[in-house]
């Protein structure tokens, strides 16, 4: 069991702002809102990269052809 967790990279919300490029404020927003999966640790909040991933994905437009 203890395996499954060796790949798994936990990341601090100033982390996810510094990555994103967007502020502290508005990334426990995005949390709060469900738009980034979190993970809570007692009072504090974290993050996995791959979750991130998945918010950067999803926010993606396709270019359309006209």
Known sequence: MEAAFTHM????P???AATLRLSKPRIYQL???GKIASIR???SI???WED???FIRAQ???TRET
Do not use: D
């Open 9 to 12: 990279r936990i990341l601090r």
């Open 14 to 16: 100033e982390e996810v």
């Open 31 to 33: 949390a709060k809102e």
């Open 41 to 43: 640790i007692g009072k």
């Open 46 to 48: 974290r993050f996995q």
């Open 52 to 54: 991130v991933q998945v």
């Open 60 to 62: 993606r437009r396709e």
